[in-house]
């Protein structure tokens, strides 16, 4: 299993990325991806989250509206569209799948890609 996340960078307050967690090694498309992130000294929030087949999806309050959270499921890829990015964006993204059957629940995490947001 592989949740490998790219497109984090170093930008100025206003500007936009878009972050990419390309998926392998389980059925992409029966999972729920999210998008974390954990700034210097705190804890791991959610972000953005999609159901399989983009049935459902939630943001967080202070990300609402300025952040899209899409999945292509013929890629294999999750991706998150932030855009008016604020200094206190500034943190490390990390994807998330997570299943949950009858009997079973996976949950799998990228290593993270850091996005900084500064003048």
């Known amino acids: 299993v592989q949740l490998e996340e790219s497109g984090g960078a170093l930008v100025q307050p206003g500007a936009s990325l878009r972050l990419s967690c390309a998926a392998s090694g389980f059925t992409f498309s029966t999972y729920v991806m999210s998008w974390y992130r954990q700034a210097p000294g705190k804890g791991r929030n959610m972000v953005a989250s999609i159901t399989s087949a983009g049935s459902r999806i939630n943001y967080a309050d202070s990300v609402k509206g300025r952040f899209t959270i899409s999945r292509d499921d013929a890629k294999n890829t999750v991706y998150l569209q932030m855009n008016s990015l604020k200094p206190e964006d500034t943190a490390v993204y990390y994807c998330?799948?997570?299943?949950?059957?009858?009997?079973?629940?996976?949950?799998?995490w990228g290593q993270g890609t850091q996005v900084t947001v500064s003048s």
């Open positions: 998330n799948a997570n299943y949950r059957g009858m009997w079973t629940t996976r949950d799998y």
